[in-house]
């Protein structure tokens, strides 16, 4: 059992870490003369960093990695079958899945959080659980479900897709892709801790000077965060010197899989913003445990200032989350509707568009925040200006379903339903970017509709797109069929029965992240409420499927879907080093329809893609 | 139980120059949207307005660091062309340097009059700790580097580790040049 | 390698100059503004000096020598 | 190349530039050269016939998707005759309503052109077998199309930019830019809010203060203009008054304000949307965070007023 020791083992080391930091900051604060030595929160900083190296180590940095630097030889273990999933794995389909699943994980804990929100909330008066509980609940749904959508789609399906999709044996710094991902268990244990100090108390995102005066789990949050922005970063990073370096002979940019065109915007995106996040969540670190002022306005600091940094980062974070998914909806659509991608061009204009107004738009969060009048009208405008790109996203799904032959599998239902909940995320976009409808509905659960129909409609809906669309190449067996589309419209309904509902309540004058209401508003919230519990029971349909079919399911062809792209032209699942021989790509992607055309061959082997005219065609 | 080694083994040596050149770029440009930040919030909180700082010894240490950047700028070029003798004096006086900085800034904090939960001594002590702590890290992969210069593991054709050290340290420098005007010069 | 140590010493000259012109005009000029000005140009500049010839950001966009 | 099959793919060339002028499918072409490799004259007739025939095809779809607009937009549109707010309680509260009509009349056909296009295609141009058996033609939307496309969104949305959007905000900020509010700086009535965890604490001009320990209440005067000065004591906090459609955050460290003119008489006990409320995550106890409204004519308030200082506050 090489996997459970590995993972027991560097679970080990981390606690050990932990302990020896609190004690390691202990023993410098009595030497440096102050009165409590072991009651700072300084000491959880301590215990986190020393208990993160440790985990590290344990799990597998040391022997591949660290060792190096000391002019010392390198090694990895190679774990068979099932438990190369618990080690320091380097290889970007081990990575992709790991991300996937523990993800998925998370995706579901923090569902069920929801439901007890929405338990709690389908009546006005408090029945269930304390104002404090509720609190904590929302704040850890908010931020477990933000770092599903930040790194499900990019770490998961990115990881698996991308290398395969543009011809490469793997990422271009496998070690550091591995370092990625087992960043994250630390900060989902911190996360999941949070309960045990008090409980987030600021929503995810920790407002000051709420956030440096609450209780000690801001701390936990603080350094979970930081960590996860790190991974983001690095991954970013692994991303953009993938796609640029490591594309296959003749994979030029004009014939890049609009998928990878989206993560590689995305990436960009993640490694320059994401330093906002870290800045400010730093600085809410230093006001707490340094005894700053940043956000003290006594002290000549300003609150101000935590909100411009903060959403300088998070709201490119929304198109970390969303671009992603229209890439996956894009790429779907054009295998699924057996047509080129219409207005290929026009797409990847629209994800340059995003990148380049993306870090213009942040203070549309801050419209009531009580920022000098004359940021209003430059914000409202550059916000507005968004949805022009966003529009061609839409040209280029649509011009694509048009006259195709639509293949109504699952991962095209999907991806259908992107376009679907997209255009009412869209729509309601328009008047929170509109200052004088924003005044009223800040704040308000039209905000919580809004940002959940892009978000989970246009992002959640694209993973499971992606999910079902490479779950064959992944696991090399199919799942059932019926039950997937029973997955699709259950989903389909209780999303949007859920969260189209949820309009009507902010409008008629409910603020969001509360625990209570006024009871005019019964009615809309209890049916809020059932039709959210009718959501949240659909994944357990998912759930048996997913698990079914990877231990039983029928074996998967290598190309089920018919489609052209590299990463189908080789074995599901592909080997080690992903393909036979190095593929070159003679054309583009997506030319279904067109007599003749090829995608990549393997030179030595035969056609990559597949001929076209001849819908069949897997090329093998 | 096989040992394997990751994909990357495999990729030819300029490949891997390549690669980690264009990575370590993309780490800069990611730093420095941090730094700038940093820099960002300076201005927004305090203006152009600033307290009385040791000009002398702010001054000091930038002519050190910079130094220090040129001293490893020979140590770089002394490896490009195998002199490891040079190579060697170079990096131990990069190091040398980098302490001395590290040193000059605790002495700065130390005989700041100003206090940490004031505005500008917020900015201060996060502006240079954090660039310090840049430093120093700094100076800990000069020194992994130069251990295993010692051991003659580089050449003129494989000496990534010795170039990579060296970009990251003429980054903190170049980081150090907008901190220094913007906290002692400034007003 | 002494013309790339030539070179590199130069535009070390170059750098210890514009940092000294830069603390003597802060300390000496008057107006905020300019200072302002004049210190962020004398920043840019040292800091591209600095890119182009110690970090040597043109090898990024250079065909790789073979070896 | 023999001459006569040179001919005839010219022949065949220009039927297939007729289909183009149609369609802008560059599938014609290639399908066209397929064919004429086998049976050179018949394909190039049965292509222009093909070609006419999937011309009418498309001008059927075209219109039944578009027929399928027109009704969702329909059905849509009585969202925008739907009562779907809390009272309007104030002159600002009639202009976001009829603001947010508007946007809801201009983003329903938004929305319903999406939905059409996909339910018609998921209708009519699925296929039926297992497996796909052919692909759809090779559109790849490089035209007029995408550009009017982008004209059409890219009007729409400076449309909204401008109206209501600019011109909105332009009669929401009168004054001094740089100053942080909704409103005129001016008004009739000045009422100091203190936000504090977890109530409200407000101060009218003559030093009357209400709070859950005095008053209770928060009185105003119908048809008057009031100003709101907004201020923090701890924490971020934000003021709120769902009847008035206003919101403004309590900052600590400045001074925030918003002005309302309420038009139409009403209290907590029968309306709730006649409250205070923090909208600003605050801590434990922001869902409670409110506090009761009540709009009179202003006699009523000058003597209402009158009555608290003399009840010894």
């Known amino acids: 059992m090489h996997a459970l020791k590995s993972v027991a083992g560097a679970a080990g080391l981390g606690m050990i870490g932990f302990y020896l930091g609190l004690g390691f900051v202990a023993v410098l604060r009595a030497m440096l003369g102050y009165p409590d030595a072991w009651g700072g ?27 190096e630097w000391f002019g010392l030889k390198t090694y990895q273990r190679r774990a068979p079958g099932w438990q190369r999933y618990f080690t320091f794995n380097t290889d970007h389909k081990v990575i992709g899945i790991q991300y996937l699943v523990t993800f998925i994980v998370v995706f579901l804990l923090a569902g069920l959080l929801a439901l007890g929100m929405r338990l709690e909330l389908a009546s006005s008066g408090m029945q269930f659980i304390s104002h404090s509980q509720y609190n904590g609940a929302m704040g850890l749904h908010g931020i477990l479900m933000i770092a599903v959508a930040v790194a499900a789609v990019i770490g998961g399906a990115g990881n698996y897709a991308v290398p395969l999709m543009i011809g490469a044996d793997d990422m271009a710094f496998p070690r550091l892709n591995a370092l990625t991902f087992w960043l994250i268990p630390p900060v989902a244990v911190a996360l999941l801790a949070t309960p045990f100090l008090g409980g987030i108390e600021t929503g995810w995102t920790a407002y000051p000077p709420l956030s440096t005066t ?20 690095l991954g970013g990073l692994n991303f953009i010197i993938t796609i640029i370096f490591m594309r296959a002979p003749g994979m030029t940019w004009g014939r890049l899989p609009i998928f990878v065109w989206s993560m590689f915007v995305t990436s960009w995106l993640a490694i320059f913003f994401t330093q906002g996040f870290a800045v400010a969540l730093l600085m809410i670190l230093l006001d707490r445990v340094a005894g700053m002022a940043f956000f003290s306005a006594e002290a000549g600091g300003d609150p101000l200032l935590y909100q411009h940094v903060f959403w300088f980062y998070s709201h490119p974070a929304v198109y970390i989350m969303v671009l992603p998914g229209f890439g996956l909806a894009l790429e779907v659509i054009s295998h699924f509707s057996r047509k080129p991608l219409f207005a290929y061009r026009y797409a990847v204009g629209a994800f340059l568009g995003i990148l380049g107004l993306s870090g213009v738009v942040w203070a549309h969060h801050m419209f009531t925040s009580g920022m000098p009048n004359y940021l209003h009208g430059p914000f409202l405008v550059a916000t507005e200006l968004i949805s022009i790109p966003t529009g061609l996203i839409f040209l280029s799904a649509l ?15 999907f991806a259908m339903a992107v376009i679907f ?56 067996r199919m799942y059932n069929e019926t039950l997937a589309k029973l997955h699709f419209w259950w989903m389909f309904i209780g999303f949007n029965l859920t969260f189209f509902t949820m309009h009507l309540p902010g409008v008629k004058g409910m603020n969001r992240r509360v625990a209570d209401f006024p009871e005019s508003l019964d009615n809309l919230n209890m049916l809020v409420s059932i039709s959210g519990w009718l959501l949240g029971l659909s994944f357990l349909v998912f759930m048996y499927n997913m698990i079914n079919a990877w231990i039983r399911g029928p074996v998967a062809e290598a190309n089920p879907w018919r489609a052209r792209t590299l990463e189908w032209q080789t074995t599901s699942p592909p080997p080690h080093e992903n393909f036979p021989e190095q593929p070159v790509i003679k054309g583009h992607p997506y030319d279904y329809g067109v007599p003749g055309s090829v995608h990549g061959v393997f030179p030595n082997s035969g056609l990559a893609g597949a001929p076209s005219g001849s819908a069949g065609g897997g090329g093998q | 139980m096989a040992v394997i080694a990751p994909a990357e083994a495999h990729r030819p040596v300029h490949d891997h120059l390549k690669l980690n050149r264009a990575g ?48 490893a700028f020979t140590a770089e070029t002394a490896i490009e062309h195998d002199n490891r003798k040079l190579a060697n004096w170079g990096l131990i006086a990069t190091i040398a340097l980098g302490v001395l900085f590290a040193a000059g800034v605790g002495y700065e904090w130390s005989i700041a009059h100003f206090h940490r939960d004031e505005a500008f001594g917020t900015l201060f002590f996060t502006m240079t700790g954090i660039h310090a702590s840049h430093v120093i890290s700094g100076i800990g992969i000069l020194v992994l580097v130069w251990v295993q210069l010692l051991r003659g593991r580089y050449t003129s054709r494989d000496h990534w580790p010795i170039a990579g050290a060296v970009m990251y340290w003429h980054f903190v420098d170049v980081v150090w040049v907008f901190f220094y005007p913007a906290l002692y010069l400034v007003n | 390698m002494q013309k790339a140590m030539q070179t590199g010493m130069v535009v070390a000259v170059i750098l210890a100059v514009l940092t000294i012109v830069e603390y003597v005009f802060a300390v000496n000029f008057d107006d905020d503004t300019i200072r302002f000005i004049g210190l962020s ?27 | 190349m023999a001459p006569k099959l040179r001919q005839i793919q010219r022949t065949g060339e220009q039927a297939h530039k007729e289909a183009l002028t149609y369609f802008h499918l560059d599938t014609f072409h290639d399908r066209m050269r397929t064919a004429a490799a086998a049976e050179w004259g018949v394909a190039a007739r049965s292509l222009s016939l093909a ?76 296929i039926r077998t297992a497996v796909p058996t052919e692909d759809g033609p090779a559109m790849r939307g490089q035209g007029w ?56 604490l407000f101060e009218y001009p003559d030093g009357t203060q209400v709070s859950v320990a005095a008053g209770k209440e928060l009185v105003l005067p119908n048809e008057t203009s009031i100003k709101f000065e907004v201020n923090a004591a701890d924490v971020v906090h934000s003021l709120w008054i769902p009847a008035f459609r206003m919101k403004i955050d309590a900052m600590p460290g400045r001074t925030t304000y918003m002005t309302v003119k309420p038009n139409k008489l009403g209290e907590f006990a029968s309306d709730q949307a006649y409250r205070v409320q923090c909208t600003e995550l605050c801590g434990l106890d922001h869902a409670t965070m409110m506090f009761p409204v009540r709009v009179v004519e202003p006699q009523e308030f000058e003597s209402w007023l009158a009555s608290l200082n003399e009840g010894g506050n």
């Open chain 2, 24 to 71: 370590l770029w993309l780490f800069f440009f990611s730093e420095s949207v941090l730094f700038g930040l940093l820099l960002t919030a300076r201005f927004y909180l305090e203006g152009i307005q600033r307290e009385e700082l040791d000009q002398l010894l702010g001054l000091g240490i930038t002519i050190v660091l910079l130094l220090s950047s040129v001293t």
């Open chain 1, 214 to 233: 609450t209780n000690s789990s801001q701390i936990l949050f603080d350094l979970a965060i930081i960590t996860f922005g790190l991974t983001s970063i």
């Open chain 4, 145 to 200: 199309f995408p550009r009017a496309w982008l004209a059409v969104t890219g009007g729409l949305a400076i449309f909204v930019m401008i109206y209501p959007g600019l011109t909105g905000l332009a009669e929401l900020q009168q004054g001094d830019k740089g100053a942080s509010g909704w409103g005129d700086q001016e008004a009739e009535v000045t009422i100091k809010a203190t936000a504090f965890k977890w109530q409200w």
């Open chain 1, 41 to 67: 929160e300084i000491n959880i900083v301590g215990g986190y960093v020393f208990g993160l190296v440790g985990w590290l180590m344990g799990i597998g940095m040391w022997g591949i990695w660290i060792r």
């Open chain 1, 421 to 476: 909940n997209f255009a009412c995320g869209g729509v309601t976009g328009i008047f929170l970017a509109d200052v004088p409808t924003d005044i009223h509905l800040h704040d308000t659960y039209f905000v919580v509709a809004h940002f959940h129909y892009t978000i989970v409609g246009g992002e959640i809906f694209a993973l499971f797109a992606g999910i079902y669309y490479w779950f064959p190449k992944m696991t090399g």
């Open chain 1, 399 to 413: 011009g694509t379903i048009w006259m195709g032959k639509l293949w109504l599998q699952t991962p095209m239902l």
């Open chain 4, 51 to 126: 070609g006419q025939g999937a011309q009418l095809l498309h001008v059927r779809h075209l219109i039944t998707a578009g027929l399928l607009w027109v009704v969702l937009t329909a059905v849509g549109e009585l969202l925008v005759v739907a009562d779907l707010y809390p009272t309007v309680g104030s002159h600002e509260a009639q202009d976001f309503d009829d603001i947010f009509r508007f946007l809801l009349l201009l983003g329903v056909p938004v929305m319903t052109f999406v939905f059409a296009v996909l339910i018609y295609a998921g209708l009519q141009f699925r």
């Open chain 3, 41 to 67: 140009f004398a920043a840019v500049g040292k800091a591209a000096l600095i890119v182009y010839y110690f970090m040597h950001v043109y090898r990024l966009w250079r065909v790789e020598e073979a070896h």
